[in-house]
């Protein structure tokens, strides 16, 4: 029972229940279904807020469109962010920034 209890405060402690996902630990401990809603909230906050920057904005709907256009599911996102990871001799970057930076080559842009 103690053992129990100390796994789940050092669960409890670690920034994925905190809301944050800072690197690749993090990452690999989401459920698929928590890594759906991740990928999807990155994707829309990205593609779907105006910060009033042309050329971003353009680039965002420019990603918005090739994503429907190539019919791409969560695991889709998924697998970008993996080969972000497996393609970079660090794991301490934040999956968002695979996410985007492997949507703009897919997507050539």
């Known amino acids: 029972m103690f053992r129990l209890a100390a796994f789940l405060i050092a669960l409890s402690s670690t920034s994925i229940f905190a809301g944050f996902i800072n690197d690749k630990n993090d990452w690999d401990l989401l459920t698929d279904a928590a890594k759906t809603g991740y990928v999807f909230g990155i994707f ?17 709907k420019k990603l918005y469109q ?11 996102f998924f697998e970008l ?6 393609s970079r001799s660090t794991k301490k970057h934040p999956p968002f920034l ?12």
Do not use: H, P, R
Not at 47 to 57: M, P, R, Y
Not at 104 to 109: E, R, V
């Open 44 to 60: 829309d906050l990205t593609t779907g807020i105006s910060n009033g920057d042309n050329e971003q904005d353009l680039l965002n």
């Open 66 to 76: 090739c994503a429907v256009e190539k019919g791409m599911k969560d695991e889709d």
């Open 81 to 86: 962010i993996e080969q972000g990871y497996s």
């Open 98 to 109: 695979y996410l985007i930076d492997g949507l703009q080559k897919l997507c050539n842009l």
